[in-house]
């Protein structure tokens, strides 16, 4: 059985996805995964809207100008949003859940990537929330964070090799620069 290590070596965007449904069985597991993220208090502030209607994908990626095209390729899209009323931490346990999927997808075998929504623009300068918003009626006190998109991956990705990892980046007992 593959390790959470393994798992996390082998974990890439996938932005390629076969034209295949992923099964019930699948979904449910990858939803379970969103639903299980801790978030600070416990507050679980976030929502979860599951697309797998063609025509709304086309329509969502339409969403943003740039790093869209997972959006209208992928066989599932999971909205990640969340009201800031109850929490000031909406944007951390939102980004906890969407890493969490896109783990749970990638160890189901499938493919998975998560398209930033928040701060994001249409072509003619369109906040990217608004469109999702509107298109799939989500309340407009909930931020929309991202949209991880999911499918059986067309496209091969070699996992990380663990000896290019930027081990520069740790500092031990205080900060040291970098030469
Ligand atoms: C906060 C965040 C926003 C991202 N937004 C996009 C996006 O809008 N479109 C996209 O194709 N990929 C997006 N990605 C995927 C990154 O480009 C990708 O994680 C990064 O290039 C590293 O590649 P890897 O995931 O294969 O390790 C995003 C990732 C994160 C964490």
């Not at 979860?48 to 599932?76: H, Q, T, Y």
Request: glycine share 4%; hydrophobic share 40%; net charge negative.
């Amino acid at each position: 059985m593959e390790t959470l290590h393994e798992l996390l070596l082998r974990r890439h965007s996938i932005r390629r996805y076969e034209d295949k449904p992923i099964s019930a069985d699948d979904v449910t597991t990858i939803l379970q995964a969103a639903l299980l993220a801790p978030s600070s208090k416990s507050v679980r502030p976030w929502q979860f809207v599951v697309v797998d209607d063609k025509e709304v994908l086309a329509r969502l990626a339409e969403c943003k100008a740039n790093g869209n095209r997972p959006i209208a390729a992928c066989s599932l899209a999971v909205v990640v949003c969340a009201t800031p009323e109850k929490t000031d931490m909406h944007i951390e346990d939102m980004s906890i859940a969407a890493a969490y999927m896109q783990l749970q997808a990638t160890a189901l075998g499938l493919g998975a990537c998560w398209i930033q929504v928040r701060n994001r623009f249409t072509a003619d300068g369109q906040d990217a929330e608004d469109v999702v918003r509107e298109l799939l009626g989500i309340p407009h006190d909930y931020i929309v964070e991202c949209i991880v998109t999911i499918g059986h991956p067309n496209e091969e990705r070699r996992p990380v090799d663990p000896e290019k990892l930027l081990w520069e980046k740790v500092h031990l007992q205080k900060w040291t620069a970098e030469e």
